[in-house]
């Protein structure tokens, strides 16, 4: 596999809207380039997809391609998931040479140093936030961590055709609400989120 270098610019574009396969692809190709920039490899890729090999390459083919296979909403979702975990970890990357205490989350085996990374996680894979007992601030969510902590967990309940009708988006944008820690994602909305709790979704206590 070609090795990706850490300095180069994602060469994939971003889209406002996912409806068409080339937007679709581009979508996957960059996703796939971030995370091979940190390190995945295709067996990480196929591991957490459970797809076979083959079907991973030919998620990348080009359209015109006869070996071409556009990807599923649901894992293009997937894999969007870990980018905003890998962008949103990268405080926990860097030692302060001054050693000073930085606050710290703990969400299931995984502790970080990034608040929106532990509530992230938190939401995906429904874990429990805890605070260390040495943090320096209030444990008290703001109003954007509250509204992404609520969004995600609602989204986990939703259906995509209720996602679908709260949001007005597609079933290839619905996945990137609430993963605006990337610069394709999408800041929820609270009407989004009352027009979800309209149609019976389990919304955040």
């Not at 076979?52 to 990348?60: F, I, M, P, S």
């Not at 709260?166 to 944008?173: M, P, Q």
């Amino acid at each position: 596999m070609r090795k990706v270098s850490k300095n180069f610019i994602n060469p994939h574009p971003t889209h406002d809207t996912h409806d068409t396969p080339e937007t679709i692809r581009d979508a996957f190709l960059h996703v796939k380039w971030h995370l091979e920039k940190s390190g995945w490899t295709t067996e990480n890729f196929t591991d957490l997809l459970g797809c076979a090999r083959q079907t991973w390459y030919q998620y990348g083919h080009k359209l015109e391609s006869k070996g071409y296979r556009q990807i599923s909403a649901d894992a293009l979702d997937t894999l969007r998931k870990e980018v905003v975990l890998n962008i949103t970890s990268q405080l926990d990357r860097y030692e302060d040479p001054f050693r000073r205490w930085r606050d710290m989350w703990t969400v299931g085996e995984v502790t970080t140093y990034s608040k929106t990374h532990a509530l992230s996680r938190a939401a995906f894979y429904s874990e429990k936030v805890v605070a260390d007992q040495k943090n320096t601030a209030p444990d008290i969510l703001s109003e954007d961590e509250k509204l992404l902590t609520e969004w995600l967990m609602a989204a986990r309940f939703a259906t995509r055709e209720q996602l679908m009708s709260a949001t007005g988006l597609g079933v290839y944008d619905i996945g990137r609400v609430g993963l605006h820690a990337a610069r394709w994602g999408i800041e929820p909305r609270y009407d989004w989120l009352a027009a979800l709790g309209k149609m019976n979704v389990e919304l955040a206590a």
